[in-house]
């Protein structure tokens, strides 16, 4: 499926973490810190509001100044640097760099002018905000000709029967007080599994291509899933379950898949591709979308939601 540029890091030479030195802790960078944060192929102002220890590794959630709070993230210490003079001069010969390369200029100064204003008006306008992100997309992804503009959104076909199931999904979590339970049958892999076995039957052999778009999906999904798709209500499920080398495809089912599906089209927006495949991928997603629904009453059910104050199998409560 390509690779986003959301996930590029300190490039060019650049020294991860900027020169940080380690706090008493161990922590690179501290809660309230202003920092630089790489997003795409950018360095933008940040602020480090939490720091957390995962699995033996510290990570940061930061808050672009300037942007909408929707676009606050958790992200390693390689994605950060140190707010000084040096990294400053940094920062601002990147954005040259930059517009040198993709001829954007004026496309630079909209953005600014958006980031100069947003940060006192996205949280109350969120027409504004959906602006704003148009334009931090234009100015990452640039506008080769070949390729599809990044303001462009996939769209994904979202049958009504799962769109509702997407509010009753809320409905359970957010209003009930109940979790999926976990380990779901079937689980992502095997979904992605009985859909690519569908394709081969209905279609008398598999294009690689499915084949690759399938296994991008899983990718995403995984990388997905803690970031974006939890609830706070589950993330202890997910610290529980979730460890060692298990894969979230391989726990959790089609209740967060249909969760990812709401945020693809963004997070494609970053990914430069060529308009056969944009199309092919857009087709592919959304007949993987009529393929959920002709079995949502195996693969979604009322049943698979508990209250989240049940013990577990392992005999840990996941009440919050």
């Known amino acids: 499926m390509g690779s986003s540029s959301k996930e590029v890091t300190a490039s ?23 920092v630089l944060a790489y997003h ?15 699995k033996k590794e510290w990570k940061y959630f930061v808050h672009y100044l300037g942007w909408n709070k929707n676009w606050d993230e958790w992200v390693s210490a390689d994605r950060l ?43 109350k306008d969120d027409t504004k905000t959906n602006a704003a992100r148009g334009k931090k997309r234009k100015n990452e992804a640039g506008n080769e000709k070949d390729n599809v503009s990044s303001e462009k959104l996939m769209k994904i076909q979202m049958p009504a029967t799962l769109k509702k199931q997407l509010t009753d999904d809320w409905e359970y979590i957010a209003q009930k007080d109940k979790v999926v339970k976990l380990p779901r049958s079937p689980n992502v892999d095997e979904i992605l599994s009985k859909y690519l076995e569908f394709k081969t039957k ?42 060692d080398d298990i894969s979230p495809s391989t726990v959790y089912g089609a209740e967060h898949l249909l969760r990812l599906f709401v945020k693809l089209p963004e997070l494609l927006s970053y ?28 693969f979604l059910l009322p049943a698979a939601y508990d209250s989240d104050k049940v013990v577990d199998s392992k005999g840990k409560g996941k009440d919050e």
Do not use: C
Request: proline share 2%; no cysteine; glycine share 8%.
């Open 202 to 243: 209905k279609d008398g052999m598999i294009k690689d291509s499915v084949a690759e778009i399938l296994k991008g999906l899983r990718s995403y999904f995984d990388k997905a899933l803690p970031v974006m798709l939890l609830y706070k209500k589950e993330r202890r499920q997910y610290q529980e379950l979730i460890v």
């Open 12 to 34: 060019d030479g650049d020294t991860a973490s900027g020169g940080a030195s380690p706090t008493n802790d161990g922590s690179l960078f501290s809660e309230g810190e202003r």
């Open 271 to 298: 990914v430069s591709m060529e308009e056969e495949t944009w199309s092919r991928m857009q087709q592919t997603l959304s007949d993987f979308l009529k393929f959920v629904q002709k079995n949502q009453s195996t």
């Open 81 to 123: 640097l140190k707010h000084t003079e040096e990294n400053l001069v940094k920062q601002k010969a990147l954005e040259k760099k930059q517009v040198s390369e993709k001829g954007t200029k004026s496309g630079r100064s909209a953005q600014t002018r958006t980031r100069s204003s947003a940060d006192s008006k996205a949280d």
């Open 40 to 54: 795409g192929p950018r360095v933008y102002g940040a602020k480090v509001q939490k720091v957390e220890l995962r």
